[in-house]
């Protein structure tokens, strides 16, 4: 950090200006930092682990510096490769982002050690309030309400202790954050596994098991207050977002300011939130995070670092959070008090991100084959991918940030389900439906968003386009691969799509839908063309007339039966990706002959996701019931139980514990107990 001393004879203070910026992150925040660097004058450097050589935060840098890996402790995690770059890049300065070493109070230490500005709280401030349970007992010396809560130290008598607080109970990590270490539990049954794997969560995610438990409220508000101070004792707080609609306890949707949160209350909570980060002499950028429940609110922690959601508080206040953490660390006072600070409008910020909703929300990893921001006006995408990118299964599933602001919610709701449904995302399963759906249910547009939401309103996962709109991309397609094949003809070129000398048979193709498991959902497209330029195109036996008015490397536009729209195309192989205003939909192209080959295995129980055996539960010729633990994947620095789908016996399993298994492998194989 900067060293702030004022000039002799002189109030003002000496300002140590960052030449060259290092973040010590990936994706997303990666760019983040950079843009607001590149526009304050500021050169900057990116750290990168092998999977990331190819990423857009890599090449929009100034200079970038490899480190020799793959997983995070590899790579953004190990602070020597980190410093290290810092020295070979000769950068003066280091913005952690978030997550990773953001919070680390020895990674802060070790860069100012190294000579090196600190872009974040003092190692102190970090140290002092990064365990939650000390955080607690600190809030509760200086008036902050908290929850109870009870440490589990070894032999601690967990048991006698939920009792005590209260069922459901939280397990919660002491160190790190993001919804990982954490477990809610119901009654006494589940309770030794779930501290078990709350432990093995945070020790994989943190370095550090120690865990607590801690009363659950049911149906209350995540109300966290922005705070920001400098080095010369000037602290605000940049009012409150409300972040409840969570899954995992991890936050999908956020908005500022909250619809549960008043003037009085608003100022009950931004003091409350001052207290807190003033008793640990508290600079730079932070947040304080409470559980609300009506009026009453209790202290959660503090975050000594930038947010994944700050966005939405720097659209209603106009202020480059990023920019003040720059500022602050070169040693700039605020130059603005409380006073000056008001909301303007509502903002809210949704989460994409390559999970299957319909699935319990686990992770999708794969190829982005298509990424296309809607174009709708005032909408911010906060990104670290591109076409073709990579998301992997050594970091987080979050694909992008799309944000917009509006004079009220409601209409601020409305443009951001808008600006989703009008965004192309293909070839990765994602949450983009289930998004839109949430902003569109009645309890979201009336406010009704407490952290069980999810449980509670269960918004549609995913939207099937329905077969009037898989007709439409199907005839899309097949009008636009016809006129495309005229485009690249090397003889009579001149001639239009379809032209024929004589009558001859309809021009076919069939398609069937991603997802589709059989023949029953193909869609068989025929078409002729007309004297008048049109076709006549039927599928699946059903006529339409369509027209073509322009047909580009990437798109058609056409009218289907009167009713006109554009479509774009993307042509991988044999798969076709369409988007419209049906949204998106993925088509195969069936080959004109059936190929032979193998029949699907059925009878072994597959691994949803590509991961890493964490742990296995049984053995051949077991007997389980229905629901029994199998085993345990690690992926996406989560752990994911794998059930029994019914009871039956163990006849193999197919993996060994630290194995790295592929999306489909096959774990366990499982028979009826009744066969």
């Known amino acids: 950090m900067a060293d702030v001393k004022a000039q002799p004879g002189s109030n003002q203070p000496v300002i140590q200006p960052i030449r060259r910026l290092l973040v010590a992150n990936r994706g997303e925040i990666a760019r983040r930092v950079m843009r607001t660097a590149h526009r304050m004058g500021i050169g900057t450097v990116a750290i990168y682990a092998d999977g990331d050589a190819a990423s857009p935060f890599v090449r929009e840098a100034d200079t970038a510096i490899a480190l020799d890996g793959r997983t995070s402790a590899q790579t953004y995690l190990d602070i020597g490769k980190v410093i290290d770059a810092c020295r070979r890049s000769g950068a003066d300065a280091v913005h952690p982002g978030y997550g ?110 120690t865990v607590f438990l801690e009363r659950w409220l049911t149906g209350s508000r995540h109300i966290e207050i922005q705070v920001l101070g400098d080095r010369h004792g000037n602290l605000v707080h940049l009012f409150e977002r409300e972040c409840s609609i969570q899954r995992r306890h991890q936050k999908i949707i956020e908005e500022a300011p909250s619809s549960a949160v008043d003037a009085a209350l608003r100022e009950r909570m931004g003091q409350a939130a001052l207290a807190a980060v003033r008793a640990i002499d508290y600079h730079s950028v932070g947040t304080v995070e409470f559980l609300l429940s009506g009026k009453e609110f209790f202290f959660l922690e503090v975050n000594t670092r930038l947010q994944v959601e700050h966005p939405v508080t720097e659209m209603i206040t106009g202020i480059d959070l990023v920019r003040e953490q720059i500022r602050v660390a070169e040693g700039e006072p605020l130059g603005y008090s409380q006073a000056d600070l008001t909301i303007d409008g509502h903002a809210i910020e949704a989460r994409l991100c390559a999970e299957n909703p319909a699935n319990g929300f686990l992770p999708t990893p794969g190829t982005i084959d298509v990424w296309q921001p809607s174009s709708d006006e005032g909408a911010r995408f906060d990104s670290g991918i591109e076409s073709g990118s990579e998301i992997a299964i050594e970091f987080d599933p979050m694909i992008a940030k799309v944000i917009v602001k509006a004079p009220t919610r409601r209409e601020a709701a409305a443009r951001l389900a808008r600006v989703l449904e009008t965004t192309r995302i293909q070839g990765i399963t994602h949450n983009r439906d289930f998004l839109v759906a949430t902003l569109r249910t009645p309890e979201f547009l009336r406010g009704d968003t407490t952290t069980d939401f999810i449980e509670r309103v269960a918004p549609a996962p995913v939207r099937e386009p329905d ?8 005839i899309g397609a097949a009008l636009h691969a016809s006129h495309r094949r005229r485009a690249s003809a090397r003889v009579l070129g001149t001639m239009p799509s379809g032209f024929r000398t004589s009558r001859m048979p309809s021009q076919r193709v069939s398609y069937r839908p991603r997802g589709a498991a059989d023949a029953a959902a193909d869609l068989k497209v025929e078409y002729d063309r007309q004297r008048d330029g049109s076709f006549a195109v039927k599928v699946n036996g059903q006529a339409h007339q369509a027209v073509v008015f322009r047909a580009g490397e990437h798109d058609i536009d056409l009218a289907i ?73 690690e992926a996406m620095k989560m752990e994911h139980r794998i059930t029994a789908p019914a009871a039956g016996v163990v006849k193999a399993v197919k993996v060994s514990e630290g194995e790295q298994v592929a999306n489909g492998a096959v774990l366990v194989m499982l028979e009826d107990s009744k066969d």
């Open 467 to 474: 077969t009037r709109e898989r007709e439409a991309a199907a």
């Open 100 to 209: 990773f070493l953001s919070e680390n109070a020895g990674f802060a230490q070790a860069v100012i050690d190294a000579g090196l500005i600190w872009v974040g709280p003092s190692p102190a401030a970090i140290r002092g309030i990064g365990d939650k349970l000390a955080a607690k007992r600190l809030m509760q010396t200086v008036g902050v309400p908290t929850l109870d809560a009870h440490e589990l130290t070894e032999g601690a008598d967990a048991a006698a202790a939920a009792q005590r607080i209260g069922y459901p109970v939280l397990i919660k990590a002491a160190a790190g954050g993001g919804g990982r270490g954490m477990r809610i539990v119901e009654s006494p049954a589940g309770l030794d596994q779930a501290i078990a794997g709350a432990r093995r969560e945070a020790t994989a995610s943190f370095g550090n098991g």
């Open 561 to 633: 039966d009167g009713q006109r729209s554009a479509i774009a195309i993307t042509r991988i192989g044999d798969r076709c990706l369409a988007h419209g205003a049906f949204g998106d939909v993925e088509l195969l192209e069936l080959p004109r002959f059936a190929a032979t080959g193998r029949a699907d295995f059925r009878g072994g129980l597959k691994a949803p996701m590509p991961g890493r055996v964490l742990s296995i539960a049984v053995a051949p010729e077991q007997t389980v019931e229905r629901g029994q633990l199998l085993l345990v994947l």
